[in-house]
């Protein structure tokens, strides 16, 4: 059986939940066939990734996704790339706020995700979650993770598949923010994540599809 390493961070900013885990808690134990294996990872630099890190060698999964929380956004949005730079607006959960510092020093600029991102949208769409390929993970922890996931899998395990996904506010988030700010059920973002790991497991190459940004 195929197995699948899924993390979600721990609150962060201020928050009382983090819609990332709380998700992923959700989650069935078996997707499209494959394991799922859930874990909570910290909001702090270094230790998120090396959490993922020992983990992926524990479990030794076919394929890692990562989920993170984007505050603002409207839909589920599986990153396309992770870039090699790191600046905090915001200290992390044990007060680190790197800026204008590389992640790995003399690694590459950035990674692509090598889970099919594209595939993952349209199955999320067909089923009527609001979702979306991002080309920009951040310069917080989110990017940090995807970076550092895919620099181990490059360096040390090529033939596992990885990537990251933010997910909304969950609607109990929204309630002291600004009017309109976005928000999403728990349970439909846990459905999103669901029908994406569904594309990961089914999809051994990406779909190409119209898409990207114009501006």
Not at 57 to 79: K, M, W
Not at 98 to 109: F, K, S
Not at 131 to 151: D, E, I, K, Q, R
């Amino acid at each position: 059986m195929k197995k699948i390493l899924i993390t979600g961070f721990d609150p962060f900013g201020g928050e009382k939940i983090n819609p990332a885990y709380e998700a992923v808690k959700l989650l069935p134990d078996q997707i499209a066939g494959a394991e799922v294996i859930k874990l909570e990872v910290p909001t702090v630099f270094g230790k998120g990734p090396q959490k993922t890190v020992d983990a992926i060698e524990e479990f030794h999964p076919d394929y890692v996704l990562c989920i993170g929380q984007a505050g603002g956004r409207s839909q589920i949005t599986p990153e396309f790339v992770g870039i090699n730079y790191v600046q905090a607006r915001i200290p992390d959960n044990e007060g680190n706020q790197p800026m204008n510092q590389p992640l790995v020093e003399g690694a590459p600029a950035a990674y692509f995700a090598t889970i099919p991102v594209h595939s993952m949208v349209e199955e999320m769409k067909k089923a009527g979650i609001p979702a979306s390929v991002s080309f920009t993970a951040g310069t917080y922890v989110c990017n940090a993770m995807l970076y550092c996931v895919m620099h181990a899998l490059a360096t040390k395990h090529p033939t596992i598949k990885g990537g990251f996904m933010h997910v909304p506010y969950a609607t109990e988030q929204t309630v002291n923010q600004p009017a309109g700010t976005p928000g999403m059920n728990l349970s439909d973002i846990a459905k999103g994540i669901e029908l994406a790991v569904k594309a990961i497991v089914e999809n051994e190459t990406d779909i190409q599809t119209v898409g990207g940004e114009t501006h």
